[in-house]
């Protein structure tokens, strides 16, 4: 894997982390006392399947040859593989682990947002 590609996934990896303590603190001041701890492991575990699926991408990204339809075909199919895993991920924290899926969500969320603000520290960067 490219070094761009690493640090990509190391400093989102930082930014995902310092959103998901404060998702924390929010979670566990607002959700009610009796499921509090399984809403803070649920933001969690949503950060954890979405920086996974950052990986997946940049495995895929990484992997991707000069062939357009040979590109194409890999890029569709990583997309169906990603959002299969994201699928069995969160059925099965919501089933088994009895996760709140809107916990789930936010940190997937604050995954996403991670990206987000380091597109937006880059852009500052460069100028």
Known sequence: MSDGLKRIIKDSFYITLALDAVLL???WLLW????RTLAC???VYGSAVAMA???MIC????GLTV???KGKSKGRTGYYLRYAFYAVCLG????LMKFSVL???AGIIAQKASLVLYSLKQRKDRK
């Open 25 to 27: 603190v929010v979670f």
């Open 32 to 35: 009610p006392v009796s499921k």
């Open 41 to 43: 492991l649920g933001v």
């Open 53 to 55: 699926g950052l990986v």
């Open 59 to 62: 495995s895929m990204v990484n």
């Open 67 to 69: 062939s357009v339809q």
């Open 92 to 95: 099965l924290g919501a089933w």
């Open 103 to 105: 916990a789930m969500l």
